[in-house]
């Protein structure tokens, strides 16, 4: 049974900065693509960052050049660092993994809350 677990999130101001964790189990892991979303309060979940099985890496818009996806596939985890932190980042930001590839079976952790004060 595939498990994620997030951690990470917390409490920082505008301008900081923080490193999410995505622990995974019962999957192979190096051929699974990985992604972070986030929710925030009043709207849809949305796409963060992607990273597939070959280190090829995705970032939306509003993160590109703040954010960056990474993953270890020995420690079998996948990271966000998150840098130059606004107030629209607060959200539960919550790891995605797809099995065997991008079009896989998708499974979720239950998410880790990040607030960024002003």
């Known amino acids: 049974q595939v498990q994620l677990v997030e951690s990470g999130g917390g409490l920082v101001q505008s301008g900081g900065s923080l490193r999410l964790s995505c622990a995974a189990s019962?999957?192979?892991?190096?051929?699974?693509?990985m992604a972070w979303y986030r929710q925030a309060p009043g709207k849809d979940r949305e796409l963060v960052a992607q990273?597939?099985?070959?280190?090829?890496?995705n970032h939306v818009d509003s993160v590109k050049g703040r954010f960056t996806i990474s993953r270890d596939n020995a420690k079998k985890t996948v990271f966000l660092q998150m840098n130059s932190l606004k107030p629209e980042d607060t959200a539960v930001y919550y790891c995605n993994l797809r099995l065997g590839g991008k079009y896989g079976m998708a499974y979720w952790g239950k998410g880790t809350l990040v607030t960024v004060s002003s």
């Open positions: 019962g999957s192979i892991f190096s051929r699974d693509a």
């Open positions: 990273i597939t099985s070959d280190f090829s890496t």
